[in-house]
C-alpha cells in the first residue's frame, strides 16, 4: 500500500522542507506546499472517510472547495478540534493530525457500511417514513443514527483561537484570481481605483498558472508563464490589495459581502500563538467582479462513487500543482474535450494512461489527435457502466452508447484501472452571483446557466460567466470592463491567443446501463447519498418543485452544498418529467458558500464582550459591598446584599424589614429619564399618558400610565412638572429607550405642530431613593436648610435643592409605600452623596437593599411591575386601575380601543391579591390558576405574576391575573403543581397600608 | 444590507436604521367617532406588497429623525426617499 506518487518536481511544491503528518492515527509525510488531499494521494491514499446513509467507502474526488468526501476532523480531541474540514483546502503543517469522519468504529471496517446492503430498503425518504413512526420508538432510532451517523464532533473545549472583523470599504472587489480576476484587477488598478482582489487558494492565478502546455499560448507565451509575469506586475499596485486564502461566503443586496481571511490555519499549532485566527470581512464595494471560475461535472453512472474517482481536472491538478499521480494505472471518461487536457498533463509528467472513454461519437480536435498520438487508447461513442473494487477502484466496464444516447449496445469490454478521472462539462460558480438576487438564464447549446440580470453594480466574467475557453476569456473581458468601469483603456488590447479548445459536448444526465435504473446506485450527491434512483422516485411520488425534490432526497444538502451533482439533479428531473431546464430554475443558493467557523461569525463578542452592559456610577460601592446582581436590561441592578452567608430569602427578608422598621436606601438610577421642555408639554402628555396633566401644578409629581394604541399598557412611571414649560418624566429601566422613541414618533409624524422638545437625561442623572419612617430623618441631616414638613414638602412633590454647592432635585414620591425621597444628581457626585446617606443613616440602620425587596415591597402595596404583572394584553381597567383613566380628555394614545367590543368584555384576565390557604406556602411565579380540577379538560383561568414571602405581614402573597377576576373577591382557587394542590383565595392586591398611612406618617 | 440615503445626514449603513412599517397612513383626528371596524382598519391592517411599497424608517442610531421611502420589496431596492409631510413620489 504504502507507495510514492510523486512525480516530477512541481514549483509549487517546497520539496527541501518534509512536513510529518497523521492521518487515523498513523504517521506520513508530505511537503510544505501540499494540502492534506495531496499528501495522502502521494502516498497513495484515497480512502478518506464513509458516506452518510450507506456509509460506502469514498475518497477524494476534486481538489477545491466543492470537496463532498474527503472531509475529516481535524486535531482530534483538543480544543482546536474542527469538524468537516475538507482535505482538499487545508495546507499541511507539523504536527497535523486528522481523521475520518462518519465511520465507526474505523473507516475500514465501518458497521454503517451495513446500510449499503440494506439499501434496497433505504430509499429516498427512508428517515421520513420510517422514523417517524411510532413516535415512542423515536429515541431507539436516535440513539442508533446518532451513533453511526453525523458528520464530525464538534469541540467540547473553548476556542483558544482569536477572531476578529474588519470592515472594508473598496471601489472595486474582484472574487477569484485566476486569469480573468488577475485581468481584472490590473485593468481596475491601473486606471486608479481602489481594488480589493481576493482567493480562496493559498496562491494566485486559478487553473491557468499551472496550464504549462505548448498547446494554450498568450502572446505566443505558454499560458501559465504568461499569467505569472502578470501576477507579479500586479503585486506593484500601490491601490490594490491582494488578499488569499479569503473565501466570499455572502454576496448580499448592495454590494455588501461577507468573507472570511484565513491567517493561521496553515501554520503548526505552537506558531499561531497569539495571532488573530480567522478575520470577518465586512466588505462594501461600489462595484463586484465576480470571477469565480467553474467547476467541473462529475458524470452520473452506477457505482460512480468509488475511492479512486476524482473529477478529470482535479487529477490534473493534482499532477501539475502538486507533482502527484493519483495512480498507476489511470482511464478518462469525458463527454468533452477538457479530459484530453488532463492526459496532455499525464503523458507530459510520465504517468500512464490506460484509456480515454468519450461519450462523444464523431469528434476531433487538436487535443484528440495529439492524444492519440501518443498511443493512448480512446473509446468514442462509449460510456462506462460499471465500476468493481470495494475500497479501491479497479476495473470499468463500458459499453457503447445508442445514437440517442438512452441505451447502452454491443459487448461490454472491462478495462483495469486504479483510477478513474471524470469529466461532464463545466458549471459555472454562479452560487455567488445569485445569492446577491441575480438571475439565470439557461444556455441550451452546452446546458449550462449563465449570469442575465444583476440586481446591483456587479458584472460575472471569465469561466463563471460561462465563457470557457482561453480564447473567449482574453476577447471579452477587455471590452466588458470597459464599459463597466466606464474606462476608456484597457491594458489587454490586440492580444493573440492559442487555444485549441474543441467545444462540443454530449450531455447524458443519467448515462444509460445494461442493468434496471432499480439496481443500480449512480450517485447525484455523494455526501448525502442520494441516486438518481432516488430522484426518478421522488417524482413517481407526485413531487415535483426542485425545493422539494431536494428535500425529500435530501440532494443538495450536506456540507457542500451538492456544488457538483444539483445541476444533474435537475437534468434528470426535467428528463423524467419532462419540463424544460430552463423553467425548472435552480434550488436556492444560500451563503455561505463555504461554512464558516463559529469562532469567525462572532469574531471579538466572546466572554465578557459577548454583550455590552450598563452600570450605575454606584455600582463599584455595591459591589464593595457584595451585591448580587441581577440584569435588566443591559443594566446590572443590585438584586440583594446578603449579610455573614445569608440565602437570598433571608437578605430579602431582612432588607425588607428594615425598610418599614426604619430606613432603606435603593440605587434607581437605572430607571428611564426624559426631560420634556416646550410650550405644549402638557398637552404633549395629555396625549401620551392615560390622566390628566393640566392642572398638575409646578413643583408636583404625577404617576402616569403610558398605552398602546390598542389600549395596552405600555410604561409607567412618575412625572415631575419642573417649570411652566419643562418636565422630567420617569419610565421603568427596561422601556427607556422605546418609551423615547415612541414619544419622538408621534412628535415627528402624527403631532408636529406641537412645540415639544425631548431629552434622554437617563445617564446624566442618578438616583437615589430613601425610605422608611427614619427617611426624613436623614435626608434632612444632609439638607438640613429644607423644610420637611408635610405643608411644605407634601408628597408627591418636588424641590430644586443644594448640598453643599451641588444641585440636586428633590422628590418626595413612594415605590414602596413608605415615606420615601428620591434625590436626583448629576451622576458624577452620586456615589458620594450615597455614601453620605449611609453616614447620615447609620443611627437607624439604613439598609440598602436592592431589586428583589424593591419588588417584595411593592408586591405588599399592591403596585404593579409593568412586563411583571402585565404583557402586552393587558389593559388599564384589566390590572383595576380605572382610577388613572381620565374619562374627560378627548383623546390620548390608546383611548379608544378602551371600549373595543374585546376590551370591554367582563371575563378578560384581570389583576388580583392571591393569599395562600396556608400563609407559609409561596405560590410559584407562572403558576396556573384553575378553578375545577375535576372538569376535563381543566379550564386555565390565569396565572400568578408576582409572589413573595411578606415579612411585615407575616404571610405569602401574590399577584396574579385571573379571568373575570374582579368578580371573584372571597372565592377560593386552586393553583395545581406537579405534586399538590395549592389553596388560595381570591384578595384585593392592595396588601398593606391601603389608606396611605405610612406614606404621610 | 442596504444603504440608505437619510434625507437629513446622506448615506448611511442599514444598521443604522430601523424600519417602522407601512408609511401614510394618518392617525383618525377624530377616534372617538369611529366604528369598531373603523378603528380596527386603521389599528391593525397594513398591507404586504411584493413590489413597490411605501414604508416608514428612522434613522435611530443616528439623527433619529422619521422619513418616508420607497421600496420594491421583491428586490429591496430604494426608488426614494423623503421627509415626512411631503408628498409621496409617483413611482
Ligand atoms: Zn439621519
Not at chain 1, 19 to 26: A, E, L, N, T, Y
Not at chain 1, 65 to 84: C, D, F, G, K, Y
Not at chain 1, 681 to 706: D, H, P, Q
Request: with cysteine.
Amino acid at each position: 500500500m504504502s507507495k510514492n506518487l510523486r512525480t516530477k518536481t512541481s514549483k509549487f511544491i517546497d520539496e527541501t522542507t518534509r512536513i510529518s503528518f497523521r492521518f487515523d492515527g498513523k504517521k506520513y509525510f508530505g511537503f510544505r506546499g501540499d494540502t492534506l488531499a495531496s499528501a495522502l494521494l502521494a502516498n497513495n491514499i484515497h480512502l478518506v472517510g464513509r458516506s452518510f446513509k450507506y456509509h460506502r467507502p469514498r475518497g477524494i474526488m476534486t481538489a477545491g472547495s466543492e470537496e463532498p468526501n474527503a472531509i475529516v476532523q481535524l486535531n482530534n480531541n483538543s480544543s482546536r478540534t474542527e469538524p468537516n474540514v475538507r482535505a482538499t483546502e487545508i495546507e499541511i503543517y507539523e504536527g497535523l493530525e486528522a481523521s475520518s469522519q462518519n465511520c465507526w468504529p474505523s473507516v475500514k471496517f465501518d458497521i454503517g457500511g451495513i446500510n449499503n446492503f440494506l439499501s434496497p430498503i433505504l430509499p429516498a425518504g427512508f428517515y421520513y417514513k420510517t422514523f417517524m413512526w411510532p413516535a415512542s420508538f423515536w429515541e431507539k432510532y436516535e440513539y442508533f443514527i446518532r451513533k453511526s451517523a453525523g458528520l464530525g464532533k464538534s469541540p467540547t473545549k473553548p476556542d483558544p483561537d482569536i477572531y476578529e472583523h474588519k470592515y472594508i470599504h473598496c471601489d472595486v472587489l474582484i472574487i477569484g484570481a485566476g486569469i480573468s480576476g488577475v485581468m481584472a484587477a490590473k485593468i481596475a488598478a491601473k486606471n486608479g481605483f481602489k481594488t480589493l482582489l481576493v482567493d480562496e487558494k493559498s496562491y494566485l492565478g486559478g487553473s491557468t498558472i499551472y496550464q504549462n502546455s505548448e498547446n494554450f499560448k498568450i502572446n505566443n507565451q505558454v499560458s501559465n508563464s504568461w499569467l505569472e509575469k502578470e501576477i507579479n506586475e500586479i503585486k506593484k499596485f500601490k491601490n490594490l490589495e491582494i488578499k488569499t486564502r479569503t473565501s466570499v461566503a455572502a454576496f448580499h443586496g448592495y454590494n455588501y459581502l461577507l468573507a472570511r481571511e484565513n491567517l493561521t490555519d496553515h501554520l503548526p499549532l505552537d506558531q499561531r500563538k497569539d495571532k488573530t485566527r480567522q478575520r470577518l470581512l465586512k466588505i462594501r464595494a461600489k462595484k463586484v467582479i465576480t470571477a469565480t471560475g467553474s467547476l467541473e461535472r462529475p458524470l452520473i453512472f452506477d457505482n460512480n462513487d468509488r475511492p479512486g474517482i476524482l473529477l478529470s481536472s482535479a487529477i490534473k491538478t493534482y499532477a501539475n500543482l502538486y507533482g502527484v499521480a493519483c495512480g498507476e494505472k489511470n482511464v478518462l471518461f469525458t463527454n468533452n474535450d477538457s479530459a484530453y487536457e488532463t492526459a496532455i498533463s499525464l503523458y507530459q509528467k510520465g504517468i500512464n494512461i490506460e484509456a480515454i472513454i468519450d461519450n462523444r461519437e464523431e469528434v476531433d480536435s487538436k487535443l484528440i489527435k495529439e492524444t492519440e498520438k501518443n498511443n493512448i487508447k480512446v473509446y468514442k461513442g462509449y460510456t462506462v457502466v460499471n465500476t468493481s473494487g470495494y475500497k479501491r477502484i479497479n476495473k470499468i466496464s463500458i459499453m457503447q452508447l445508442s445514437k440517442d444516447g438512452q441505451k447502452v449496445t454491443g459487448n461490454k469490454i472491462f478495462i483495469e484501472c486504479d483510477c478513474l478521472g471524470v469529466s461532464g462539462g463545466w458549471t459555472p460558480a454562479v452560487h455567488l452571483f445569485t445569492q446577491s438576487g441575480g438571475k439565470l438564464k439557461f444556455r441550451d447549446e452546452d446546458q449550462v446557466f449563465i449570469p442575465k440580470t444583476y440586481p446591483s453594480d456587479q458584472i460575472s466574467i471569465g469561466s463563471c460567466n460561462g465563457d470557457f475557453t482561453l480564447d473567449e476569456i482574453l476577447s471579452s473581458i477587455p471590452n466588458k470592463l470597459k464599459v463597466f468601469l466606464n474606462i476608456k483603456h484597457t491594458v489587454y488590447e490586440n492580444i493573440e491567443v492559442q487555444s485549441p479548445f474543441n467545444k462540443s459536448k454530449r450531455n447524458i444526465w443519467l448515462l444509460p446501463s445494461d442493468k434496471n435504473i432499480g439496481k443500480t446506485k449512480s450517485f447525484v450527491d455523494y455526501q448525502n447519498d442520494a441516486t438518481a434512483k432516488d430522484i426518478k422516485l421522488a417524482l413517481r411520488e407526485g413531487f415535483r418543485s426542485i425545493e422539494h425534490v431536494k428535500r425529500y432526497t435530501t440532494t443538495g444538502m450536506g456540507t457542500d452544498q451538492g456544488k457538483l451533482g444539483n445541476m444533474h439533479a435537475l437534468g434528470i428531473i426535467s428528463e423524467t418529467a419532462g419540463s424544460k431546464m430552463g423553467e425548472l430554475g435552480t434550488t436556492t443558493f444560500r451563503p455561505p458558500y463555504t461554512p464558516l467557523t463559529f469562532g469567525t461569525i462572532v469574531g471579538r463578542n466572546v466572554g465578557e464582550y459577548f454583550d455590552v452592559f450598563r452600570k450605575t456610577p454606584i455600582h463599584e460601592w455595591h459591589v464593595k459591598n457584595n451585591a448580587k446582581f441581577e440584569n435588566v436590561g443591559q443594566w446590572k441592578r443590585s438584586w440583594y446584599y446578603p449579610k455573614n452567608g445569608e440565602s437570598m430569602h433571608d437578605a430579602v427578608q431582612r432588607e425588607s424589614k428594615a425598610a418599614r422598621d426604619s430606613a432603606g436606601i435603593l440605587d434607581a438610577s437605572t430607571l428611564g429619564k426624559i426631560d420634556i421642555q416646550g410650550t405644549d408639554a402638557s398637552e404633549f402628555l395629555n396625549r401620551v399618558y392615560t390622566n390628566s396633566w393640566s392642572k398638575l401644578s409646578i413643583g408636583k409629581c404625577r404617576y402616569g400610565l403610558m398605552l398602546n394604541e390598542d389600549g395596552m399598557v405600555y410604561d409607567d412611571g412618575v412625572t415631575t412638572r419642573l417649570s411652566e414649560n419643562h418636565y422630567i418624566m420617569t419610565t421603568t429601566t427596561g422601556g427607556a429607550a422605546t418609551v423615547l422613541g415612541k414619544l419622538e414618533d408621534y412628535l415627528q409624524t402624527e403631532w408636529p405642530e406641537l412645540d415639544v422638545y425631548l431629552t434622554s437625561v437617563t445617564d446624566h442623572y442618578a438616583t437615589i431613593s430613601v425610605c422608611g419612617p427614619n427617611s426624613r430623618k436623614i435626608v434632612s441631616k444632609i439638607i438640613p436648610d429644607l423644610d420637611f414638613s408635610d405643608e411644605s414638602f407634601p408628597h408627591m412633590s418636588f424641590k430644586n435643592v443644594k448640598i453643599g454647592k451641588i444641585k440636586c432635585r428633590l422628590m418626595r414620591i413612594s415605590f414602596t409605600g413608605e415615606l420615601s425621597y428620591e434625590i436626583n444628581v448629576q451622576a458624577n457626585y452620586s456615589k458620594s452623596l450615597w455614601e453620605r446617606c449611609m453616614e447620615a443613616g447609620k443611627e437607624f440602620n439604613i439598609t440598602p437593599y436592592g431589586t428583589e425587596t424593591m419588588h417584595l415591597l411593592r408586591a405588599e402595596k399592591g403596585f404593579i411591575i409593568v412586563g411583571q404583572d402585565t404583557d402586552a394584553t393587558m389593559t388599564p381597567i384589566d390590572l383595576q386601575m380605572d382610577w388613572i383613566v381620565s374619562k374627560k380628555k378627548y383623546d390620548f394614545i390608546g383611548k379608544r380601543s378602551l371600549y373595543r367590543s374585546d376590551t370591554i368584555k367582563e371575563d378578560r384576565k384581570q389583576l388580583v391579591g392571591l393569599l395562600t390557604e396556608n400563609p407559609e406556602e409561596i405560590l410559584e411565579e407562572g403558576a396556573q390558576i384553575i378553578a375545577d380540577i375535576n372538569k376535563s379538560p381543566i379550564e386555565m383561568l390565569g396565572h400568578v405574576t408576582s409572589s413573595y414571602y411578606s415579612p411585615n405581614l407575616k404571610k405569602s402573597i401574590a399577584l396574579g391575573v385571573v379571568r373575570g377576576g374582579k368578580n371573584m373577591m372571597g372565592q377560593k382557587l386552586i393553583i395545581p403543581m406537579e405534586n399538590k394542590q395549592i389553596n388560595v383565595t381570591v384578595a384585593d392586591p392592595v396588601f398593606l397600608d391601603k389608606e396611605n398611612k405610612r406614606l404621610n406618617a | 444590507m442596504f444603504l440608505i440615503i437619510c434625507p437629513y445626514c446622506g448615506e448611511r449603513e442599514q444598521s443604522e436604521f430601523k424600519a417602522g412599517g407601512e408609511a401614510h397612513i394618518v392617525r383618525p383626528k377624530q377616534p372617538t367617532e369611529l366604528s369598531d371596524d373603523e378603528w380596527a382598519e386603521y389599528l391593525f391592517m397594513r398591507k404586504n406588497i411584493k413590489g413597490i411599497q411605501f414604508e416608514r424608517w428612522n434613522h435611530i442610531h443616528g439623527c433619529r429623525k422619521w422619513f418616508n421611502m420607497v421600496r420594491d420589496t421583491s428586490n429591496d431596492e430604494i426608488k426614494a426617499v423623503y421627509k415626512m409631510g411631503e408628498k409621496p413620489p409617483s413611482i
